[in-house]
Each structure stands twice: as structure tokens, then as C-alpha cells.
């Protein structure tokens, strides 16, 4: 039984004795409710005022029973109640103490500022990829509920450096901010370019004008989520039909069709060949749509196009062939 339960245990034990001593002093005392209540309230906690009124030979038997079964039970309620107050404190301990673990051994993670609606869903599309990333919160109450949903977090300030450090900037492959304050972006923006000069930083603009500012301070791209969602929407009306394409392209919820980007190792078995040798196309049914390679993007690459090691393949098709490229890619699996 765990200590909650066990709690509720002796509590209705304890309201039972309780009930019971109060019936059991109005049937053999004939004392009314409140002296018999009050007769057992200060029996069960064995404070020593004296009796209500002299009790018979009856009740005298009676309280004696009462004593020996109510101090046990109060014994119980207080254990359980410590019980679960230092099992929980030491599950929490212990709780944040793996977690800290967690946070030391990681590599290349993502570092997000702010758990809101957006950075709720990146956490969301980050997990389903899976990619490692924690988040920096310092809301007490949103803490709470990064907690309950599993993700690492850290419950600071992101401005300040020990914060970002606590979150491993030094060994982080990118930074997003996404906090709804303007102001406060660009102060995380700072602080983390300072500490982390080659660190990728991606930001939230709220408002017009705003994006300057943003690079300004760091950034190395900023995104202002009314701008897209405004666009999103006009472009739902225009051209409905791509807009769908593109919805269950990149969408996680769809297992029949996905769009991934792929990077190639110089180990893998790709590399030095065209996109027919490759088999990509012949044995896997997937479509390279885009080659790039440095800065430079390559759509609709031609089929005789070399693959070269450090191109990022970016492929359409079904989701469990996707997942055998990545592995070739990787030089995780010798051949298609």
C-alpha cells in the first residue's frame, strides 16, 4: 500500500473511532451528542481534562477500549502523514538529482527559452523526431507542467548566465528563444552570444520591427509566428491544394508520406555515387526533391547528380523508408 493510500486508510479509521466513541458514550452514558463527542475527541488524544461526568462501570470499560485502539490509530495517521511528506521530498530530490545527470551527458541538444504555446508544440515536434533538447522556464506554475509532461528543464532565468550554462550552452548545437517578450529575447540573445559565440540562435519577433532588433542583438534567425500564420492562411485560400501537400509532408501525425532532411557521413555508402546507383529512387520509392550543400540549395537535383559527403539529402516519401536512408546516410547500414 503507498503512503497516500495509507493514508486515507487511518484517516477513515480515525473518523470511525471517532463516530463510534460518540455513539458508544450516548447508548451507555446517555450523555447527548456534544458531551459524548467532546468525551471522545479528548480521549483519542489522551490530553487528560477529565471526564464529562462520572462514567459507570460500562463506560469506564468502553473508554479503555477506546484508548487502546484510538492511540494506536493517531500513531498510524501520524506516521503515514511523515511517511509521505519525506517520501515525497526525497523522491523529488532524487527525482531532480537523475535529471541533473541528464542535463550533464548532454551533446548537440537544443536549448529552448520559454514554454508557452510555441514552445510547448517545438517541445512537442522536438520529442517526436526524437531530438535532445531542454527547456529553460521560469515560471513556477509552467514548471509544473513540464514536469508532468517528461521534458528536461531547468526553472531559471534565461538571461542570466549560470542558467544557461546549468543548460550546457557550451556543449549545445542550437538556441531558441521564444519567450513572449521582445525585450527579453533579445537579453537571452545577448547572453547567450556571449557565452556561446558560434551557437545557432533562433528567436521569436512578436512584434513589427522587432526582427532587427533580434539579429541585431545575435540572432541567427528570427521568426515571427503572426507573419507565417498570416501568410499560412492566405496561402490556404490561393493554393489550398499545396498547402495540404505540404501539411501531410511535414507533418509527425502522418505515417503514409513524410519530408525529411538527411545528412550524409563521409563514411557512408552513398557517397561518390549518383542518385541512380544510389537505389534511392529504385529501392526505397523515395524522391530526393533537394540537395544541399553548404549554403547552396539544389532543387529537382538531376539523376546524375553525385552525392558527396556533407550533402544534406532532403526526401519524400513513406516514413519507414525514410527511417532506412537515414541509416545508410548515417553508415549504420551497409546498403539499401
Same mark, same amino acid.
Given at each position: 500500500?503507498d503512503s497516500l493510500k495509507k493514508i486515507k486508510y487511518s484517516l477513515g479509521t480515525l ?6 466513541? $460518540? ?15 467532546? %468525551? $471522545? ?55 531532480? &538529482? ?13 536549448? !529552448? ?15 517526436? &523526431? ?7 522556464? &521560469? ?40 519567450? $513572449? ?33 533580434? %539579429? ?74 533537394? !540537395? =544541399?550543400?553548404?549554403?547552396? %540549395? ?5 539523376? =546524375? ?16 523508408? !525514410? ?8 553508415? =549504420?547500414?551497409?546498403?539499401?
Amino acid at each position: 500500500m503507498d503512503s497516500l493510500k495509507k493514508i486515507k486508510y487511518s484517516l477513515g479509521t480515525l473518523a470511525t473511532l471517532v463516530g463510534g466513541g $460518540t455513539v458508544g458514550y450516548v447508548v451507555i452514558e446517555d450523555w447527548n451528542l456534544f458531551e459524548a463527542l467532546y %468525551m $471522545t475527541i479528548i480521549t483519542l488524544a489522551t490530553v487528560g481534562y477529565g471526564e464529562v461526568h462520572t462514567l459507570s462501570h460500562g463506560g469506564k470499560i468502553f473508554t479503555i477500549f477506546l484508548i487502546v485502539f484510538g492511540v494506536g490509530t493517531i500513531a498510524y495517521t501520524i506516521g503515514s502523514m511523515i511517511q509521505f511528506m519525506v517520501e515525497g521530498q526525497l523522491r523529488q530530490l532524487l527525482g531532480r &538529482k537523475k535529471v541533473q545527470k541528464q542535463i550533464g551527458r548532454l551533446k548537440g541538444h537544443y536549448i !529552448i527559452c520559454g514554454y508557452g504555446r510555441i514552445g510547448r508544440q517545438i517541445c512537442h515536434e522536438f520529442a517526436a &523526431k526524437p531530438l535532445p533538447f531542454i527547456v529553460v522556464e &521560469k515560471d513556477p506554475e509552467q514548471c509544473q507542467s513540464l514536469e508532468g509532461d517528461g521534458h528536461l528543464y531547468i526553472c531559471g532565468d534565461a538571461t542570466k548566465d549560470e542558467v544557461l550554462e546549468q543548460a550546457g550552452i557550451h556543449q549545445a548545437k542550437g538556441l531558441i528563444t521564444v519567450v $513572449t517578450s521582445d525585450s527579453a529575447n533579445v537579453f537571452i540573445i545577448l547572453t547567450a552570444r556571449g557565452i556561446n559565440p558560434e551557437l545557432f540562435i533562433m528567436a521569436r519577433a512578436s512584434e513589427e520591427g522587432a526582427e532587427v532588433k533580434l %539579429m541585431r542583438a545575435g540572432a541567427s534567425k528570427v521568426i515571427s509566428p503572426y507573419t507565417i500564420g498570416a501568410s499560412r492562411m492566405a496561402q490556404a485560400i490561393l493554393r489550398p491544394l499545396v498547402v495540404d501537400f505540404i501539411d501531410i509532408a511535414i507533418g509527425r501525425d502522418n505515417i503514409e508520406l513524410q519530408m525529411e532532411e538527411i545528412s550524409v557521413a563521409p563514411e557512408s555508402s552513398l557517397v561518390g555515387k549518383n542518385l541512380i546507383q544510389s537505389g534511392i529512387r529504385q529501392e526505397l520509392g523515395l524522391i530526393v526533391v533537394g !540537395i =544541399k550543400h553548404d549554403d547552396h %540549395m539544389m532543387f529537382n537535383p538531376a539523376a =546524375k547528380t553525385i552525392i558527396e559527403a556533407g550533402h544534406v539529402l532532403i526526401a519524400l516519401g513513406e516514413y519507414p523508408d !525514410i527511417q532506412k536512408l537515414e541509416l545508410v546516410a548515417a553508415n =549504420k547500414q551497409v546498403n539499401i
